[in-house]
């Protein structure tokens, strides 16, 4: 499976952006699609997830209420909205998928990760 992910850019706190992953390969073994994010000298963090094949999605709860996944199965491509923007939103965004329904908050239980794509929240 590979991932493109783009959409990011500079905004204003309090602004939105729409981020997307387009995925192209062995896109039928993809189970979950998931948003991480990465800020300077901290740890990849779990953002969202969603599965391909229903409407079940998850959050962190700190961007829970801000933030929407969604998906586009006939696109086989994933999308975060991200409203309310803060400037602790900064980070390098990235989408990744995994064959698996198990622990999917977790960086380790996916096997492909797009390129990350940097967002830059402005105070």
């Known amino acids: 499976v590979q991932l493109q992910a783009y959409g990011g850019g500079l905004v204003q706190a309090g602004g939105s952006l729409r981020l997307s992953c387009a995925a192209s390969g062995r896109t039928f073994s993809s189970v979950y699609m998931g948003w991480f994010r990465q800020a300077p000298g901290k740890e990849r963090e779990f953002v969202a997830a969603?599965?391909?094949?229903?409407?079940?999605?998850s959050y962190s709860g700190s961007m829970k209420g801000r933030f929407t996944i969604s998906r586009d199965n006939a696109k086989n491509t994933v999308y975060l909205q991200m409203n309310s923007l803060k400037p602790e939103d900064t980070a390098v965004y990235y989408c990744?998928?995994?064959?698996?329904?198990?622990?999917?908050?977790?960086?380790?239980?996916?096997?492909?990760w797009g390129q990350g794509t940097l967002v830059t929240v402005s105070s």
């Open positions: 969603i599965s391909w094949s229903s409407s079940a999605a």
């Open positions: 990744a998928s995994t064959g698996s329904s198990v622990n999917i908050i977790a960086p380790s239980s996916y096997a492909y």
